[in-house]
């Protein structure tokens, strides 16, 4: 009796993961932004702050008629009422944008689907720059029909002194708020605690910066360099020369550049449950 031994098949060399030829594309980054600016408004929270932005406009132009004299209906005043609510929302609606992921445990999913954490974290910077301008663009039209509103009420010309420079020095001061709040986000990753470091910042910290610059004098010549807070309120209602520019660029590197590399950093390793 004999034994054959049949030949074995030869087997075809087994090729790398990284060198197999993709099988699906890559989501489109278009489309990732659309998706975060919709899981922006999806939760009744966002919804209802997306709301509040054109309500606070209304009220607050509503009460620079109702409690203000002939000469506070013009457009600047309006202009102004309307950004105390506006500076306030709007980082509120950044943060959200950003903890969500991880406060709401949607993240999971989110990252499963977008394994690539930077691009969803570029989809939301971008949704905030957009929702900013674009909320900006509404509460300021709300303005101008509450001035023109105004001026027919009282009979008189519509003031409009505030020009097209100082509009865009507000959409930018509101739009710096945002940004700090989006990178308080992406810090913290924690809404309550972001949140509440949002206004520890704002109504604490700056205005103890301003404090030590008034008590101290060897502070108050390096204040605007490091006090962003007021650098970016500044640009609500002041006349902006070169060096406000500087202040301002100076100090966003400390408040907002710098901790945003780390939160980019940290939020793309942090785990997801």
Do not use: C
């Amino acid at each position: 009796m004999t034994t054959t031994t049949l030949p074995r098949p030869a087997t075809e060399p087994v090729t790398p993961a990284r060198h197999r030829p993709r099988t699906t594309r890559p989501i489109p980054f278009g489309r990732l932004v659309r998706v975060e600016l919709r899981k922006m408004f999806d939760t009744r929270s966002g919804f209802w702050l997306m709301a509040s932005v054109a309500v606070t406009a209304v009220l607050a132009s509503g009460a620079v008629l109702m409690f203000g004299s002939e000469a506070d209906v013009t457009y600047a005043n309006l202009s102004a009422a309307i950004g105390v609510p506006m500076a306030i929302i709007l980082p509120v609606i950044a943060i959200l944008s950003v903890t969500s992921e991880w406060s709401q445990r949607s993240g999971l999913t989110t990252f499963t689907l977008v394994p690539h954490r930077g691009r969803v974290l570029l989809a939301k910077a971008v949704n905030t720059v957009h929702v900013g301008v674009a909320a900006m663009v509404v509460a300021l039209t709300i303005g101008a029909g509450t001035n023109l509103l105004g001026a027919a009420a009282y009979g008189i010309d519509p003031v409009w002194e505030t020009s097209l420079t100082d509009l865009s020095h507000i959409v930018l001061a509101n739009v710096l708020g945002m940004a700090f709040g989006f990178m308080l986000g992406l810090v913290i990753r924690s809404s309550p605690a972001a949140i509440v470091g949002y206004f520890v910042y704002s109504f604490v910290i700056g205005n103890l910066l301003v404090l030590l610059a008034t008590s101290q004098e060897w502070f108050a010549d390096i204040n605007r360099w490091v006090n962003f807070q007021y650098n970016q309120t500044y640009f609500f209602d002041q006349q902006i020369v070169a060096k406000d520019w500087a202040y301002l660029g100076v100090s966003s590197l400390l408040w907002l550049v710098l901790p945003l590399v780390i939160g980019a950093w940290a939020a793309m390793r942090a785990e997801v449950k």
